[in-house]
Nanobody, 123 residues
Framework: QVQLVESGGGLVQPGGSLILSCAAS????????MGWYRQAPGKQRELVAM???????NYADSVKGRFTVSRDNAKNTVNLQMNNPKPEDTAVYYC?????????????????WGQGTQVTVSS
């Protein structure tokens, strides 16, 4: 079993800063990709940022230059540093990871999701 636990969400003022963190635990051999999606009320869930084991990152155009995703492979954690957040960044943020669970079947990766953490950007 794999569990993802998110933390760091809450209320932040425009122009402020917020850091989200996600810790993975359970039956994990390696994590191919770690990152964040978000879903605002009435909208579809969308990619925010992902980082692969190689360190390669992928960001939504709307957050480039403002958000930074990073991972700690030793701790199986991924962070999202949110600088200069805007009201349109308000959403539930979900940690997402692609996990290899077996040291033998290393080509099999499984998708896992956190419960979500609310981020509200308001003055």
């Amino acid at each position: 079993q794999v569990q993802l636990v998110e933390s760091g969400g809450g209320l932040v003022q425009p122009g402020g800063s917020l850091i989200l963190s996600c810790a993975a635990s359970g039956s994990i051999f390696s994590i191919n990709a770690m990152g964040w999606y978000r879903q605002a009320p009435g909208k579809q869930r969308e990619l925010v940022a992902m980082v692969a084991r190689s360190g390669t990152t992928n960001y939504a155009d709307s957050v480039k230059g403002r958000f930074t995703v990073s991972r700690d492979n030793a701790k199986n954690t991924v962070n999202l540093q949110m600088n200069n957040p805007k009201p349109e960044d308000t959403a539930v943020y979900y940690c997402h990871e692609k996990v290899v669970r077996s040291p033998v079947i290393t080509l099999a990766a499984y998708d896992y999701w956190g419960q979500g953490t609310q981020v509200t950007v308001s003055s």
